[in-house]
T-cell receptor
């Protein structure tokens, strides 16, 4: 069965303290791995899509990487406005994205 | 691009009542999805439309749930005989194209509370 596991569940960082979020997955026939950001009371906001091992994508302070078994979301010198829940999702064969439970990130000044 | 719109934003209902939610996708998007999210969990897939055709339903979707997308534009999700376990955020998303990898664009959801 397709599974997505995110760790840690929660992460507290000081402003400027870089770190990484992990997304481990098992899926047959991966058609894409997606990262989303979700603010409280809002829907998920698309960040990145990764398709193959070795691929990397960057946006501002965020960089996503992909291996055959996991993806990392690296946050460099985070700011308080980066506080949110970060969701990872995989696209197996079919139409649905399967989401992990997310990592809740808090960045304090 | 005005984004995915969902109404109402909040709904409080008594157990046993029927509720209906509406989703207006991004106008040029032919794919529409419904997801459900509870506190501390990621979104859980419910059903998928390509244009007006409902092509996939989660096996977890109770027969009390029904969704429609007449004319391939807006969609409605109805829950009959609501139960307290139905309390959740109901998210709608849309995407574009024939391929399977287009990113989903989500609305801000309808929060359902069943008392």
């Amino acid at each position: 069965e397709d599974q997505v596991t995110q760790s840690p569940e929660a992460l507290r960082l000081q402003e400027g303290e870089s770190s990484s979020l992990n997304c481990s997955y098992t899926v047959s026939g991966l058609r894409g791995l997606f990262w989303y950001r979700q603010d409280p009371g809002k829907g998920p906001e698309f960040l990145f899509t990764l398709y193959s091992a070795g691929e990397e994508k960057e946006k501002e302070r965020l960089k996503a990487t992909l291996t055959k078994k996991e993806s990392f979301l690296h946050i460099t010198a985070p700011k308080p406005e980066d506080s949110a829940t970060y969701l990872c999702a995989v696209h197996p064969p079919g139409y649905a994205l399967n989401f992990g439970k997310g990592t809740s990130l808090l960045v304090t000044p | 691009d005005t984004g995915v719109s969902q109404n109402p934003r909040h709904k409080i209902t008594k157990r046993g009542q029927n509720v209906t939610f509406r989703c207006d996708p991004i106008s040029e998007h032919n794919r529409l999805y419904w997801y459900r999210q509870t506190l501390g969990q990621g979104p859980e897939f419910l059903t998928y439309f390509q244009n007006e055709a409902q092509l996939e339903k989660s096996r977890l979707l109770s027969d009390r749930f029904s969704a429609e997308r007449p004319k391939g534009s807006f969609s409605t999700l109805e829950i009959q005989r609501t139960e307290q376990g139905d309390s959740a955020m109901y998210l709608c998303a849309s995407s574009k194209g024939q391929g399977g990898n287009s990113p989903l664009h989500f609305g801000n959801g309808t929060r359902l509370t069943v008392t």
